[in-house]
Every structure is written in C-alpha cells, then in structure tokens.
C-alpha cells in the first residue's frame, strides 16, 4: 500500500496478523510507518499492512464524540484481505444496555469511565466528581426509603 494514503488514527493489520494497530505516522525510513498498539510502539513497512478502517469514515463533518469506543474487533471470514467488524459503542448505549435508572450514577459512570480523557478536566477532578455523584445518588435513596416508611 502506497505509504501517502495512510491516515493517521486508521486502524492497520501487518500481515497475517488479526491484532490491529494504529498508524501514528512516518519514521525516519521512508519505507517505514509508525503503529501502535496497547502493547507498544512498532515500526512496519508500509508494504506489509492492510487496512481495517474505511478513509471514508474520517470526514472533516463527521461530530467528534469523546465517549465512542471500539470494544470489539471481529475478523470476519479470514483471507489474504481480512474483513474487519468494529464494534464501536459510547458511553450512552453502556448506559442503556445497563439501566441503573438514577441520573447520579450515570454522571458517575460517565466519570469514572472517561476520567482525564474529556480534554478540559483532570483526572483527579473527574474522580472526585464521579465520588460527590455516587454519595448523591446514596442520599437520595435515603431519602426516598424514609419518605417510603412514613
């Protein structure tokens, strides 16, 4: 693959591999590309990979949203080009999928699981906040279980 259509961010397979890896870009070889993954930084020839993300999906109007994640990575029928499913999910569908049916904790959840990583709150502030949400979320079960018992 001609090293000048690898888009930073995409996900990328070397060959004969089923763990992606995300293009980070050049290095100082001009046959070689920077990738990562949760285990590290790897440098691969731009020759050796495929991709498994679509250029499409990285439009300039896409909406940006900070809580999508990919949870799952599914190959699909194995082949010399690899199909690949991503499962991508955002905090809200976690949240419908486990109906905790009190707003304080989902504010909590939302903390906990995106601590630091919203962009303008550390995550020490986000963890204090998910605590304050929690304790809230207790007090008026308090609350609730007293007025339940007048």
Do not use: W
Not at 28 to 50: K, L, Q
Not at 66 to 81: A, F, G, L
């Amino acid at each position: 693959m001609d090293k000048s259509k690898f888009i930073e961010g995409d996900l990328y397979l070397y060959k004969g591999t089923i763990r992606p890896v995300t293009y980070v870009g050049k290095s100082n070889r001009p046959s070689v590309g920077r990738f990562e993954n949760a285990s590290g930084f790897y440098h691969y020839e731009y020759a050796n990979m495929t991709p498994c993300t679509h250029p499409e999906s990285k439009l300039k109007d896409e909406p940006i949203n900070r809580y999508m994640r990919t949870i799952k990575i599914i190959e699909v029928e194995p082949s010399e080009h690899k199909q690949i499913i991503e499962v991508k999910v955002d905090f809200y569908d976690v949240i419908d999928a486990f109906k905790t049916d009190c707003p304080a904790m989902d504010h909590a959840a939302k903390k906990i699981l995106a601590a630091g990583k919203r962009g303008y709150k550390g995550t020490l502030q986000d963890k204090n906040e998910a605590i304050q949400s929690i304790n809230r979320s207790i007090a008026k079960q308090k609350e609730k279980m007293l007025g339940d018992d007048l």
